[in-house]
Each structure stands twice: as C-alpha cells, then as structure tokens.
C-alpha cells in the first residue's frame, strides 16, 4: 500500500512516498523544501507571516507533486508539525492557514510524541538494528534523544536545543566569535545533565540534516542517496574538523563550498554540529550511524 507524509519542522519541510507492507517501509520518493518556518521563534514566539508564506508554497508544491505523480495519495497525507509550532502563540492560526490552504489537517507532536516518531522512522531505513540504540534527533527547534531497540522504546526526551534556535540566540553571526561559541557548547552540556546515558552498551545514531549532509560530504556525493548515506559511519573526528572549518568562514563561504547539501543551511550547520559533538563526547561515542529516517517515516509506521 503506497502512504505519503509530511513532516513539517522548524527549519525543513520534507515530503516521504512510501510502501507500506507488513510493517515494512519502501522509500519509493523524498522531497525537500527549506522554508525556515522557525526564523525568529524562540525570542518571540510568534511565526513570521513570510515564513509562514514559504511553509504554505512548500505544501502546495507537495500537493501538486501528489495530485500529478502519485493520484489518490494526498488525500490520505499524514502532516506533522513540532518544534516551531509547538512554541508558537499564532500556532492555531497557522494551522488553519493550513487547513484552509491544502486541506490537510495538521498533527502536532509533542515533545515526547517527536521522540518517539523518530525513533521508529531512524530505525525504519537501517539493517541489523536488534542490539540498544541511543538516538539522537538534532532539529532546528529541538533535539530528540530516545534510548531502546526493535522490541522496546526506553526513555525518550526532547530538548529546546536546536541548530536553528542556537544559531539565533549564540551565533547570528559568522564567523562566531569565540565566547559566544563557548556560551552554545555551555548550554548544550547544561541541558544533556537532565539526561540519563544509557547502563547497557549501544550504538548511536544520528538523524536529520546535520547528520546526513556532512556524512553526505564526507562520502563525497554528488547528490542526495539516501540508499548510500543510511548505515555510514560518521566519526568524532570529522564532525570536528568541520566545526574547526565552519568557525573560520561565514555562513555565505559554507554554502559557496557545500552547495549541494548545505544550501540553506549555512547558518545553521555550525551550531547543529556543536551540538552534536557535545552529545557524542557526553555519550562517549566515537562515532555515529547515519540514517535518513525520521518523523515522516515513523509517522507512517504508527499511523498507517
């Protein structure tokens, strides 16, 4: 049975088709749309009316993509919206833009609903996933962490930490200066104190757009494949010398350099990035398996 979702996040839009067969998913398309609805949430709490008009193009792009390529399809769309909505006073009003604009009637997840989504979608598109994974879920308004294996969800926390929310309130500007970056990794460390590491041994895994677009650069791609991004082990040490690179040029050189896979991201690469060094060091984790999945596709697997 073909299923389609959309995830609408702080900082990305992204639409999944997918089969859907005995609890298995198929990834038969993915789209990608960076409309930054989140710009300016966290110090005001209110959704920006040009940000909302981006959101709003995105999704009706979706739906001209469903309507002609996939019909019958968009009828049945689960959308999902977090962070950013989430925090946001005018949220009901957005979500009725929505409605009105699309006709599609939003689900909007809670923290712990957005944890335990991802869980399901990251290991969705991974092999051998029985032994404990600690995965974590670096959003643009929130990050996710969420503990357990193919058998049982154990703890799941969603954090107000985010690459579009710590770029606003630490690093505006780039190149940062260096209390400032200082003041990211502090608050990071701050808030990972709540979290408990996990007694038994595990893996790590990473999701969303920090994650994949500097694996995706590292493997030297020339395009997004999810197929060869899923299952890569992304290291410590590369992640750091991307931060050593990203604190020394401004986020216009980062998307000069990176255009495939960091265009509309260069302002924010930098603090998704120390906020997952500083969660990996937390974890002990010298490394990081990517995976592609996320809320889209764990939306489908609870719900379709």
Known sequence: MMRSSIDIGTNSVLLLVAELTNGRLRVVDER?????????????????????????????????????????????TIVTATSAVRDA?????????????????????????????TFRGALSVLSQTESSSLIIDIGGGS??????????LKTARSLDMGSV?????????QPPETGSVEALRSEV??????LIIPAEPFRMIGVAGTVTSIAAIEMGLKEYRASEINGYHLSLRTIQEKITEFLMITSEEIEERYPIFLKGRGDVILAGLLILEESMKWAGAEEIVVSTGGIRHGILLVEG
């Open 32 to 76: 990608q749309r960076i409309p930054r609805l989140g710009r300016g949430v966290d110090k005001d709490r209110t959704l920006q009316e040009e940000s909302r008009k981006r959101v709003l193009e995105a999704l009706s792009d979706y739906r001209s993509i469903l309507d002609s390529e996939y019909p019958g399809l968009s009828g049945d």
């Open 165 to 173: 929310r710590f770029s606003e309130r630490f690093i505006p500007n």
């Open 89 to 117: 006073a005018n949220r009901d009003q957005f979500l009725k833009e929505i409605k009105e604009s699309t006709g599609w009637e939003v689900k909007l997840l809670s923290g712990e609903e957005e944890a335990q989504t």
């Open 143 to 152: 990050t996710e962490f969420v503990n357990g294996d193919r058998a049982e």
């Open 189 to 194: 460390n701050r808030m990972l104190r709540d």
